[in-house]
């Protein structure tokens, strides 16, 4: 996740590579599957020639959730030659996208995915100045009235998440799992509490130690939040930072065992990768187009907030390739989980389900909705540590 | 482990990353010119010993390598500060973004490779010292590089003619050239040298501590070795002091959290800065009557 960056340094980059953005001009936006008048003719009239813009927080290349979107861009230019894909990275959550989304209406798109978190309120007033636009953003969530150009999407991370916490309940032998995280935000949450339920249908004894970077990327935190937990016992670690690399390698140094997030970094360290998540927006991309070219948009399931799961088999986020150490009796286990997931009436949080304190977040039997899960303000029995209170 | 030890061991190696450049930057400043360009000069430091060390295997190389890079960017900041007379504070602030800059466009085939880094080298017989022998001498080299430093800076400083001239330098130039000095040459060579360490702290990071490489991966530590050696009123030791401050207690807020122990996170984050700050504030307090002539006055010009 590329979320809130809070931090007067990061206001101080972000204004500096805005004003290179601006000296950069139009430069910034790069043009993929050029859309020729004579491609058109052949797109055929179902899926008239449409051009789209991306917008990024990082980099494009950075094997993380930047790439991802990129990656998926590229997928939608690639199906479809009709389509003009323009993309724009390492563009600050400020006033720089308003600019970046302004030059690529003036460059012709009719479809803007902005992608990063702080983008939302943004995106929300641009598309409101230009109706003729649509704009969709990726992992916010609207409460109120949809303008009809606009609308969110996302999925249900905590699913994967699950799963990968399973592999960990089963790999662990001190019991003690450890997760490093950026920001007690709603998604982080509800990861932290999918992990430690995963692991607990594996080895019910499981714990789940929390530390918090305050940081999206901050190398030299995350090496100290690795090392604390791995010198107190923890022997399997996962992340919801940015970059994931400082995690894994500290895992290896230590031969600990690790389950990742954003995308599949098994190379990174073959012998301790469990599994993880990995993002897949190219149908979800693909889907988007495809409605706004046939005039669809408004009142569609992507004009609101849209949020992909195992069980509509649309979710982004999917499981990642096992890791060779893991056994074909618990991958059975896993993939038997995500099978359920995928049938209706089931979910990660299915009840009874216990806050740290005792108190039952879930009662037996209760199946919460996403919205519900979005909100959860506690972490669950068998997570060890608390949420930064303001 | 008990986490007391593990905050120290971390403190150690995290605070190795702020006290090389810290004291690079003590030495750019006992000559009279400040460095806001150390965290550039770090990055550049971390890119290159991450790029040498995956190319040629040896992260040995990237050390000296980045060490090189820091110096690239030290002597570009000397060039414009010292030959070209430009403002310190704004010039600073150009190294940093411009390397910055570079890094980010050159680091990219980087993120997320592997390096083999340096190796943890136990010291023969004092590593074997109860409780304090793996806090202190179980570290990859440069830990021991920077005990080295905190020496070598001293004794060159308070005990050599040419620190003697150095701090000449950054007091009253003129008395220099009057006793057949150069203080130009010496304020370049101090400045290229102290971010040549500079670029050390940042292979510190890269290929000895956390060994990776992402963009910004210094995240401002740059600033606070130059705000150190500032809190520290330009000692060796007291720099010492507050980057290893500053290092024990940034990692005392994680192993606060795997110990599951509540308090506050935000003043958690705080703590590194808080620590360090009070106690440099309270050892060194002479420090503003301290600060070398040349400093004051290149300061004062900026604002």
Partial sequence: MTHLRPGGRRRLLA?????????????????????????????????????????MVGSRSDEGYNQAVYDGSQAVAKKDPSVKVLTADNIPENNSVVQTMQSMVNAGAKLIFASSY????????????????????????????????????????????????????????????????AFPISQSIANIDAFELGAQQMNPAATTYLVNTSSWCDPLKQKEAASALLSQGVDVLTQHQDCQATVIEAAKAANAKVVGYHYDAEALDPAGWL?????????????????VQSGKFTGSVYNANWVGSFATGDNPLTLAPFGSSVSSDTQTKILAAEALLKEPGHSVFAGPVTCQDGTVLYAAGVIPTYDQINSIKCLVKGVVGTLPQS | MNGVEQALIGGVDGGTAILIPALGELIGERSGVVNLGTEGCMLAGALAAFDAG????????????????????????????????ADQLASGLVVWFLALGVTSVFGVSYINKSVVPLPTLAVPGLSRIPWAGPILFKHDALVYLGYLLVALVWVVLYRTRIGLTLRATGERPEVVTATGGHPVRIQILAVTLGAALAGIGGAQLSVGYVDNWFNDMTSGYGFVAVAVVLFAAWRPAMVLLGAYLFGVALATASVVQAHGVAINQYLLDALPYLVTLTALVAVARRGSRQAPEGLRRALTHSV
């Fill in chain 1, 118 to 181: 702080g983008y939302f309120s943004y995106a929300e007033a641009f598309a409101k100045a230009n109706p003729n636009v649509v704009v969709v953003h990726q992992g916010g969530f609207l409460t109120g009235t949809f303008p009809p150009n606009f609308g969110t999407y996302w999925g249900q991370a905590f699913e994967p998440v699950s799963l990968g916490g399973m592999a960990a309940g089963a790999a662990t032998v001190s019991g003690k799992l450890g997760f490093v995280y």
């Fill in chain 1, 275 to 291: 599994t993880g998540s990995a993002w897949d927006w190219s149908s979800v991309y693909e889907n988007i187009v495809g409605t």
């Fill in chain 1, 15 to 55: 204004a500096a590579s805005g004003a290179l953005a601006l000296l950069a001009g139009g430069t910034t936006l790069s043009a993929c599957s050029s859309s020729s008048t004579s491609g058109a003719a052949s797109a055929g009239a179902s899926t008239p020639a449409i051009t789209v813009g991306f917008i």
């Fill in chain 2, 54 to 85: 995956t190319t040629t295997g040896s992260a040995w190389v990237g050390v000296l390598v980045g060490a090189a890079a820091g110096a690239s960017f030290g002597l570009l900041h000397a060039w414009m500060t010292v030959i070209r007379r």
